[in-house]
């Protein structure tokens, strides 16, 4: 779990892990007990960061998603969530948004068990390789997430964008060669793979402090938003 939370440069998913554990740092910062619902929450990587009283994760089984020895406190049948109104004060949702067909009934369902003025963190993939197939439906610009949550009652309080155009460019590099039908070819590189792949990523990093900033291509949506009103 360590390689996941903290990866090194030699890691080909550097970036987009070391964005994601920055953006669940942050989120962490805004709890301070009460309880919180890891939706989607698979092996809970993120759980020692956050100061809650309660962490309840939930998941549900796909054949995109096995949950082998993962740490699920609630499996559900992807439908209403099994709580009553205003149970809890967090909900957490990293990487998830992608795999939800019917999101803004998702969002609705957050709303309801949310506490009022509680709060929502978010992550989701702007660029990534499809993924969990079939269970892989969408990508998200800021603009269709903003009127979401709007819609659904929320106000947004933090919004960023994770991973700059030239680090989704060399994360985008490594996604090539981590598919099933292409990885053979990475797998010939044997014991120079690592120095391959570390060479590359900080090669990546100086571009990044060199040349002109730019986040048009991006990795993640990184959003923070408030219960600002009941639905019903």
């Given amino acids: ?23 669940a740092t942050s989120f962490s910062e805004h709890t301070n007990g009460g309880r ?3 939706f989607g929450c698979g092996s809970k990587p993120y759980r020692s960061l956050f100061k809650v009283d309660e962490y309840v994760g939930l998941d549900y089984e796909n054949e995109g998603h096995p949950h082998n020895e993962e740490q699920i406190d609630i499996f559900y ?9 205003a149970e809890f004060d ?7 948004f992608e795999h939800l067909f019917d999101l803004d009934d998702k969002i609705a369902e957050f709303n309801r068990v949310l506490k009022k003025d509680g709060l929502l963190f978010v992550t989701c993939p702007f660029l990534w390789n499809e993924h969990e197939i079939p269970y892989d439906f969408a990508r998200y610009t800021s603009f269709a997430l ?4 709007k819609n659904k009652g929320f106000e ?3 919004y960023k964008k994770g991973g700059t155009f030239i ?24 014991i120079l793979k690592k120095f391959i792949i570390f060479n590359i990523n900080v ?30």
């Avoid at 550097?14 to 964005?19: A, H, P």
């Fill in 146 to 149: 903003n009127h979401k949550f």
């Fill in 156 to 158: 947004v309080l933090l």
């Fill in 167 to 190: 680090e989704t460019y060399t994360q985008a590099f490594f996604l090539y060669f981590s598919r099933k039908d292409t990885r053979y070819k990475s797998e010939k590189i044997g």
């Fill in 90 to 96: 967090y909900i957490l949702c990293t990487e998830v």
């Fill in 36 to 38: 919180l619902l890891d």
């Fill in 77 to 85: 049948d992807g439908g209403k969530l099994p709580f009553k109104d």
């Fill in 1 to 23: 779990m360590s390689d996941f939370l903290h990866p090194k440069l030699s890691s080909p998913f550097y970036f987009v892990r070391t964005g994601l554990f920055n953006a």
């Fill in 203 to 232: 090669i990546g990093k100086i571009l990044n402090k060199l040349l002109p900033d730019n986040d048009s291509l991006y990795l993640s949506n990184i959003y923070i938003v408030k219960k600002a009103e009941n639905l019903v």
